[in-house]
């Protein structure tokens, strides 16, 4: 798990509280990616980082807040949250190819993922 | 509406023997399809990726087959271990450049082997 890492593992927090999730990648890739895993459910992809300029958000809430300081470095910014989002939130990285470079399938590397309970 | 379907949602097998898994997929364009291993509370780790033009890829006891054609996949797991509990992921590329908006994830096969 050296390729991307995430932190806290676990945590605990109240609807009331501001947290923060940090991931970290060390494989040189230049895309980074949050997921929200619950259960029996699909991965549901919440935002994209390319080149550190946010390219995707999918209709995630506001209480969601990212924030990509370089191209190693990804953030969850937590306030306000709902017992209903109580997950497990990964992070992942991939090296996106530009447009008429081969193709390394742009395969997408998990962290261990931090188990979110919002009580 | 690229959809994902994976069966059996749970299995329950003896260490030691052999079983498939499947996915099926309603995905296009198709760039690639992946399969993922997920151990509870760990994020996934890839096992293969294939694309159109292959139908068989192994990565040591796990063997993923593909027909492009059915819009099928599975994943046969030989000789099973207790270390191969977990949930299994399909996952399906639509095609164009690569990002993970054209991925469409399948809610997995849980696997439990037992002694």
């Known amino acids: 798990e050296t390729g991307v890492t995430q932190t806290p593992r676990h945590l605990v927090m109240g609807m009331t509280n501001k947290k923060s999730l940090k991931c970290e990648q060390h494989?040189?890739?230049?895309?980074m990616y949050w997921y929200k895993q619950s259960a029996k459910k699909p991965l549901e992809l919440m935002f994209v980082?390319?080149?550190?300029?946010?390219?995707e958000n999918n209709s995630v809430p506001s209480r969601f807040s990212p924030e990509c300081p370089n191209s190693s470095h990804l953030f969850l910014h937590l306030h306000t949250l709902q017992p209903e989002d109580s997950a497990l939130y990964l992070c992942?990285?991939?090296?996106?190819?530009?447009?008429?470079?081969?193709?390394?399938?742009?395969?997408?590397?998990f962290g261990p993922g931090t188990r979110l309970t919002v009580l | 509406k690229n959809q994902v379907e994976q069966s059996p949602q749970s299995l329950i097998i003896l260490e030691g023997k052999n079983c498939t898994l499947q996915?099926?997929?309603?995905?296009?364009?198709?760039?690639?399809l992946r399969w993922y291993k997920q151990d509870t509370g760990r994020g996934p780790v890839s096992l293969t990726i294939m694309t159109f033009s292959e139908n068989t890829k192994s990565n040591g006891r796990y063997t993923a087959t593909l027909d492009a054609d059915t819009k099928q996949s599975s994943l046969h797991i030989t000789a099973s271990q207790l270390s191969d509990s977990a949930s299994y992921i399909c996952?399906?590329?639509?095609?164009?450049?690569?990002?993970?908006?054209?991925?469409?994830f399948g809610t997995g096969t849980r696997l439990q082997v037992t002694l």
């Open positions: 992942a990285s991939s090296q996106e190819g530009l447009a008429g470079a081969g193709s390394s399938y742009n395969e997408q590397f």
């Open positions: 996952v399906v590329s639509a095609g164009g450049a690569g990002t993970a908006s054209k991925l469409t």
């Open positions: 980082y390319n080149f550190k300029e946010q390219t």
């Open positions: 494989l040189g890739h230049n895309a």
């Open positions: 996915c099926n997929y309603t995905v296009s364009p198709f760039s690639n």
